[in-house]
């Protein structure tokens, strides 16, 4: 098993937007990355249903929801509203320096 890292940005840069979503070309996949209560996360914006529109809902429980079909999903991906075991991909996310990455095991 291989791990891929990726600089997300500049830690003043996610502090002033509070998120930031981008595709990243190595993982395949749109990725938001927020700062909340200090804790750093990052979340793919792709459904592991049929591929919706994931976006962050609730900010303090931190549940996403699929614009297709509805699906929730926990802080930490889990599928809140369907018997479905599958879950949403995170990705680990820290600080070096002044900047974020996000990693992620192949
Ligand atoms: S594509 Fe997300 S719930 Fe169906």
Known sequence: MSSII???CDLDDLKKK???????????DEVTTY????AFTSFSTVCPHM??????????S????????GREFSKGGEVLNSKAKICLTHYETYVRGDKV???YDR
Not at 18 to 28: A, F, M, V
Not at 35 to 38: A, V
């Open 51 to 60: 591929g919706g529109y994931v976006s962050l809902v609730d900010d303090v």
């Open 6 to 8: 990726i600089e997300v």
């Open 62 to 69: 931190e549940i996403k929801r699929c614009k297709w079909h």
């Open 18 to 28: 509070k998120s930031i979503t981008r595709y990243y070309e190595d993982l395949k």
């Open 101 to 103: 990455f996000i990693s």
């Open 35 to 38: 700062l909340k209560y200090g």
